[in-house]
């Protein structure tokens, strides 16, 4: 069974700085890898997706990147803004079942 | 495009009282339907989802059911609900095998009292 962890919990920056949010998965025949982000009461936005045959992918001041071997997939984000407040998920793709499993989030706060 | 529709956006309903909440997409056809729930301060927990018509997969044991009457449509239910089903509720769809990933409904915040 996939387990996926995310560490920190939270965490809390000044604006403008650069961060890494870290996410590791237990089962390295993963299927994808997609981060998302979530505001307080509303829905989960797609941020980036990695298949499994890809090592990462970038949007704008986004970068995540996706290593099988160590079971890890990390989300880059640059020159951090307030409006990047937000929960952060990461959740692995389990292809075989067609469903995936989510990590309990990181909680990033940026300090204007 | 495609595009996930859920509703209610709020739901406060008394305990021991039913419970139904809908969830279709536009734009697509067969696709990959999921039910999830958040409690507060918690994880994301799959409750349901469905490959198909009338094809339901039940992940935890609990006062829920499924159900998929139609290609777009899911349906979330209980016939009696308990304090412990208040949560946001949140239904997710994919294309077969996860292609593209998973696109999320908006939720339903559920408080049962």
């Known amino acids: 069974k996939q387990e996926v962890t995310q560490i920190p919990a939270a965490l809390s920056v000044p604006e403008g700085e650069n961060l890494v949010l870290n996410c590791s998965f237990t089962?390295?025949?993963?299927?994808?890898l997609q981060w998302f982000r979530q505001d307080p009461g509303k829905g989960l936005t797609s941020l980036l997706l990695i298949q499994s045959s890809q090592r990462e992918q970038t949007s704008g001041r986004l970068n995540a990147s996706l290593d099988k071997s160590s079971g890890r997939s990390t989300l880059y984000i640059a020159a951090s803004q307030p409006g990047d407040s937000a929960t952060y998920l990461c959740?692995?793709?389990?292809?075989?079942?067609?469903?995936?499993?989510f990590g309990t989030g990181t909680k990033l706060q940026v300090i204007p | 495009s495609q595009t996930i529709h859920q509703w209610p956006a709020t739901l406060v309903q008394p305990v021991g009282s039913p419970l139904s909440l809908e969830c279709t997409v536009e734009?697509?056809?067969?696709?990959?339907l999921y039910w999830y729930r958040q409690a507060a301060g918690r994880g994301l927990q799959l409750l349901f989802y469905?490959?198909?018509?009338?094809?339901i997969s039940s992940e935890v044991p609990q006062n829920l059911s499924a159900s998929r009457p139609q290609d777009r449509q899911f349906i979330l239910s209980s016939k009696k609900l308990l304090l412990s089903d208040s949560g946001f509720y949140l239904c997710?769809?994919?294309?077969?095998?996860?292609?593209?990933?998973?696109?999320f409904g908006s939720g339903t915040r559920l408080t049962v009292v």
């Open positions: 734009g697509t056809s067969n696709p990959n």
């Open positions: 089962d390295s025949a993963i299927y994808n």
């Open positions: 469905s490959v198909g018509i009338g094809q």
């Open positions: 997710a769809w994919s294309k077969g095998r996860l292609l593209g990933g998973y696109t």
């Open positions: 959740a692995g793709g389990e292809g075989g079942y067609q469903k995936v499993t």
